[in-house]
Nanobody, 129 residues
């Protein structure tokens, strides 16, 4: 299972780091993603992080967070992180971590919920203006 944590209340312009710890499963180089759901809206893709098949990890982000959010992972702790900087009120949402235990897929496939088979319970991020 996945356990997300680190959410809270922050002022606009501030930063938060979310964590997602996996237990009972090991994602290693597999794809790990973050989605979010704002009040009254559908859940949306935030970013994904996976091994590129060579010598490095690659990440892909939705345009509205690009340059502000960064995904990283610590495989020794079986944990993935979402560093969120320059937060805006419109970033307010419940953030979900998710993982794909299957074979590596093109990054664009991970922009939808379809390839993911593990989901965390969500952690609430509230950004005040």
């Amino acid at each position: 299972q996945l356990q997300a944590s680190g959410g809270g209340l922050v002022q606009a312009g501030g930063s938060l780091r979310l964590s997602c710890a996996a237990s009972g499963i090991t994602f290693g180089t597999g794809a790990m993603g973050w989605f979010r759901q704002a009040p009254g809206k559908e859940r949306e893709f935030v970013g994904v992080h996976r091994w590129n098949g060579g010598s490095a990890y690659v990440a892909s982000y939705t345009n509205v967070v690009k340059g502000r959010f960064t995904i990283s992972r610590d495989n020794t702790k079986n944990t993935v992180y979402l560093q969120m900087n320059s937060l805006k009120p419109e970033d307010t949402a419940v953030y979900y971590c998710t993982g794909d235990s299957g074979p590596r897929k093109p990054l664009s496939v991970y922009w939808t919920e379809a390839p993911y088979d593990y989901w965390g319970q969500g952690t609430l991020v509230t950004v005040s203006s």
